[in-house]
């Protein structure tokens, strides 16, 4: 048995963020995780999770480097009924429309700005009673928005692609505040991600406060909180759960809910072993992340970018410095517990079959070089958020309520700063606010 002040749960952005804010104060914790990184998992020199960042990513960006700028005439967008520009004839006519989507992007960035300021000492959900616009859109179904604006035709040739690409669902799974924050790109300065240096410098120092292990239980004796794992049992004062929305329903129940579809609209509350609230519905995207080199078709060769709009598994196309491409699919695998699962068998054909297939429209010819397996690739939260510090001493952070790097880094750090004493626990406002 090991004793410890606190134990962080998973090795992501989140939980990274916790441990250095932590560790640069002095605490004493271990972090318990399968591998480092979550969406910001690089490798030979390839960012396997998130791909691009931009530069309202004040945090993320201190621990990675921005690669090149993203510009829309860069992405090729491909419709049911063959490539769109927004620059030629037939996109001009959208431009009205598109400039009242983009002054709604707008409104929302600057609300959002002024509400990370707040979120790294105080719970999103406590945050979120000061900004009324945020709540409005998180609220409104976004296939509703859609309707309202008009925004049919330039939704199905350049926002649903975009959409499809950045959080890996159609309209009518997600909220008009996700809508929206999939068009930043397009507002804000935004650059491919580069983690190359991200892990070793987040993680600089507290290497061996890192057990990479498999946790299976969580619970309470004594007024300590036990985890274990198949190798060890910790005991803590606080535990941490940077973990996706499935991980932590296994491990707390009632904490965070069933996955449900985004269309079940009711709220449910329940209680939990722990005596805290949980609220649906949430929203998980599962999504394969492939290397591939080859020759694309003519048609798409030049394109930097490639977003679909096809009912099909390729979502995107995204050319690399070395002439491979990352591309975007999805589908899963069964090959690991681990989140991500990586396939380097190279039985790609009979694991990813209809990605497979799907391929063969854009490539002449390919090869996949590797493939990694997220099964909860995006979280994409409904109407209502969950409380980052459901009880005295118990944290779940992550992406569980706004989907993004940034947002994710800000609550590792707004937990790390409860338990140095800098912020205040949010248990019982969230609960007032219900």
């Known amino acids: 048995m090991t ?49 691009y960042i931009t530069k309202d990513y004040h945090e993320v960006r201190k621990f990675c480097d921005d690669g090149l700028a993203i510009r829309i005439r860069d992405v090729y967008f491909e419709t049911v009924n063959g490539p769109f520009s927004l620059f030629r004839r037939g996109g001009l006519k959208n431009f009205p429309k598109l400039m009242n989507v983009l002054r709604d992007v707008a409104c929302l960035r600057c609300e959002l700005l002024k509400f990370r300021k707040q979120a790294r000492g105080e719970c999103q959900k406590h945050v979120l009673q000061d900004y009324p616009l945020i709540q409005r859109w998180m609220k409104l179904p976004a296939k509703d928005y859609v309707a309202q604006q008009g925004l049919c035709e330039l939704h199905e040739k350049f926002i649903h692609p975009i959409l499809r690409a950045t959080f890996f669902v159609t309209v009518e799974e997600v909220n008009t505040l996700f809508y929206l924050s999939a068009l930043f790109p397009t507002w804000v300065c935004a650059y491919e991600a580069d983690f190359t240096e991200t892990l070793s410098k987040l993680g600089q120092g507290f290497g061996n406060q890192i057990w990479y292990d498999r946790v299976m239980t969580i619970g309470q004796e004594g007024g300590c909180f036990y985890v274990q794992t198949p190798k060890e049992r910790f005991e803590a004062e606080a535990v941490v759960l940077a973990t996706p929305v499935k991980v932590v329903e296994k491990l707390l129940t009632g904490v965070i809910p069933r996955v449900v579809p985004q269309r079940m609209q009711e709220v449910v509350l329940r209680t939990n072993p722990f005596g805290v609230y949980s609220e649906e519905p949430f929203h998980e995207s599962s999504v394969c992340v492939l290397a591939v080199e080859g020759e694309r078709k003519p048609i798409y060769e030049h394109a930097r970018i490639v977003m679909t709009a096809r009912d099909e598994p390729v979502l995107c196309l995204w050319k690399n410095r070395d002439g491979s491409d990352t591309v975007y699919v999805k589908g899963s695998l069964s090959t690991s517990a681990a989140d991500p699962s990586i396939l380097e068998n190279g039985k790609y054909e009979t694991e990813l079959k209809p990605q497979f297939e799907s391929l063969k429209k854009y490539y002449s010819n390919f090869k996949i070089r590797k493939a990694v397996h997220w099964r909860s690739a995006i979280t994409i939260s409904g109407p209502s958020w969950h409380c980052l510090n459901p009880q005295e001493n118990l944290f779940v952070i992550g992406d569980h309520n706004i989907c993004g790097l940034e947002d994710s880094f800000l609550t590792g750090q707004y937990a790390a700063n409860v338990l140095l004493h800098k912020a205040e626990p949010c248990l019982k406002k969230c609960e007032e606010s219900l």
């Open 3 to 51: 004793q410890t002040p606190i134990v962080i749960v998973g090795g992501g952005i989140a939980g990274l963020a916790c441990a250095r804010t932590l560790y640069d104060a002095g605490r004493s914790f271990v972090m318990i995780t399968e591998r480092l990184g979550g969406r910001i998992y690089a490798e030979s020199g390839m960012s396997w999770g998130a791909k």
